[in-house]
């Protein structure tokens, strides 16, 4: 990967940066009456990749455990930042035809109290979502009020992103299925966010492994928290590799310019999150290597936050062993991938 600008070596490690140091300061920067620099930041930086924008750890060009104190920084700073999952308030799926929305209990859409009562209405035809907006409700587009706004979704080059007060929204689509994202700034579980709770480091579980490709690359299903919503990943081939002397493999998805791994172990459900845990790895090198660091296992979007998409870990991504790096995760009891809320 190329450096784009200031150290960063991808787009969305710059866009990381870009949001975290802009995250406050762009609140309170206002050009007309609402637009925030943050919204301008987001609509170029959106991304629907399985519903997670952080990254692997990389080659690492200092002392490893460092490098990985700085991998989890930048992790928090994610979640924390106007693009992470903390701030996310709601998550709604759009039936054919017109759907009100507002804070008014009569609404189909009900966004939190600090909206209007009734804000206007969700229009999902053939051309896709068109939002209109009622009159004398402040609802504003890279910070021009607006009254009808068809809303690119964000598989688009350029999502719409609007904005009311401290919310900001956007379509997302996923398969044939169209939601409005939901964002609150303000939202009380940025400030009370408790650290993430991590297994030892253990750098026996950072190993090498090789890609076997399949023929072609495959297009494969994947089930999400979602009822009736799959993830759609292409998968060149399984990465093997060998933990304690017993052989294992996992199948890869392409994740820009990084493989994402979406695998369950003997700790799923008891130690870590019950649908899977999140691994990102460099793609092959020169020498066919690709580094798997359990380390950097993580805990999908749909842990931290219920408004997430988040897919479950296939039959064939359960290992057969305990695999106790990376996050854990402290259940409420009420998460499991049988709960009424996935």
């Not at 050009?31 to 519903?51: D, H, N, Q, R, S």
């Not at 991590?198 to 090498?208: F, G, I, K, M, Q």
């Not at 890869?252 to 695998?263: M, P, R, S, W």
């Amino acid at each position: 990967m190329s450096v784009i600008a200031n150290g960063y070596t991808d787009m969305s490690q710059l866009c990381l940066g870009l949001m975290s140091r802009f995250q406050y300061l762009g609140r309170r920067i206002s050009f007309g009456a609402g637009l925030v620099l943050p919204i301008l930041l987001m609509a170029i930086c959106w991304t629907p990749v399985a519903e997670a924008a952080t990254y692997g750890i990389g080659a690492c060009p200092n002392v490893y455990r460092q490098c990985l104190l700085e991998w989890k920084a930048e992790r928090i700073a994610y979640l924390k930042s106007d693009q992470g999952y903390l701030n996310l308030a709601g998550l709604f799926w759009l039936r054919e035809g017109i759907s009100t929305f507002g804070s008014g209990a009569g609404n189909d859409l009900l966004f939190p109290a600090a909206a209007m009562p009734e804000m206007g209405t969700f229009e999902l035809g053939e051309s896709g979502v068109v939002m209109n907006v009622r009159g004398g409700v402040d609802v504003r587009m890279d910070g021009n009020p607006v009254s009808r706004v068809q809303m690119a979704d964000d598989t688009s080059d350029q999502p719409s992103v609007v904005t009311f007060g401290s919310f900001a929204w956007t379509v997302i689509r996923r398969d044939d299925r169209f939601a409005v994202r939901l964002r609150d700034f303000d939202r009380p579980a940025l400030s009370t966010f408790s650290p993430i709770d991590y297994y030892p480091t253990d750098e026996n579980l950072r190993v090498d492994a090789r890609l076997q490709r399949y023929d072609q690359p495959r297009i494969v299903k994947v089930d999400t928290v979602i009822e009736g919503l799959d993830y759609n990943p292409t998968s060149p081939g399984l990465l093997r590799f060998n933990i304690g002397g017993q052989s294992f493999e996992l199948e890869a998805y392409n994740a820009g310019d990084e493989f994402l791994l979406v695998f369950g172990d003997a700790t799923s459900g008891r130690e870590t999150y019950p649908a899977g845990r999140f691994l990102y790895a460099n793609k092959p090198g020169k020498d066919g290597v690709v580094v798997l660091d359990f380390n950097t296992a993580q805990n999908p979007p749909c842990a931290f936050n219920e408004f997430a998409t988040c897919p479950i870990a296939s039959p064939r991504n359960r290992l057969a062993i305990r695999i106790p790096a990376g996050e854990r995760y402290r259940s409420t009891g009420s998460d499991s991938i049988d709960s009424p809320n996935h």
